[in-house]
């Protein structure tokens, strides 16, 4: 009698799911599998417990569907966390490659500068800009061809 019930346990468990709940990546299989596999654990273990009684059994089917969605709602987590520190590091990898590709230009042979560079004194008389005197002065600007 009571291999009878295992086996209606494990074939409902097997059964009932279906495909209802996969997501087409195989993390719905996988939900549905684990959800099935902790609703029978928790359903034999409380039928042993309770001594048979179908309430217990039920409580139980309960508990260890609770239990298995708490599981995979640690396992999204985590990987939703893998995922997103992830992303940041390539984002953070392509910011410094494109910054050591604009160094790299500029040091380059052809790439900016030749080596050559000429500086010239520009003499600036005194001016006012927006109603501020402006000290005359030179300045030094710097050429490179």
């Not at 799911?17 to 549905?32: E, L, S, V, W």
């Not at 217990?56 to 893998?82: I, N, Q």
């Not at 910054?99 to 004194?121: C, D, K, L, T």
Request: aromatic share 6%; with cysteine; proline share 3%.
């Amino acid at each position: 009698m009571k291999w009878r019930f295992h086996v209606t346990v494990v074939a409902a468990a097997l059964i009932l799911p279906g495909c209802a709940g996969t997501r087409g990546n195989g993390a719905g299989a996988r939900r549905i599998a684990i959800n099935s596999m902790a609703a029978g654990a928790g359903a034999l273990a409380a039928h042993r417990i309770s001594g048979g009684s179908a309430l217990g059994t039920a409580a139980g089917a309960g508990a260890g569907v609770l239990l298995g969605e708490a599981l995979e709602y640690a396992a999204d987590a985590k990987s939703r966390e893998a995922y997103i520190r992830g992303f940041d590091k390539g984002r953070s990898d392509a910011a410094k490659a494109q910054y050591w590709i604009m160094v790299n230009q500029h040091r380059a042979p052809g790439g900016g500068a030749s080596g050559e560079a000429r500086f010239y004194e520009v003499p600036f008389p005194e001016h006012e800009v927006d109603g501020v005197i402006l000290t005359p002065g030179t300045r030094t600007l710097r050429i490179e061809e």
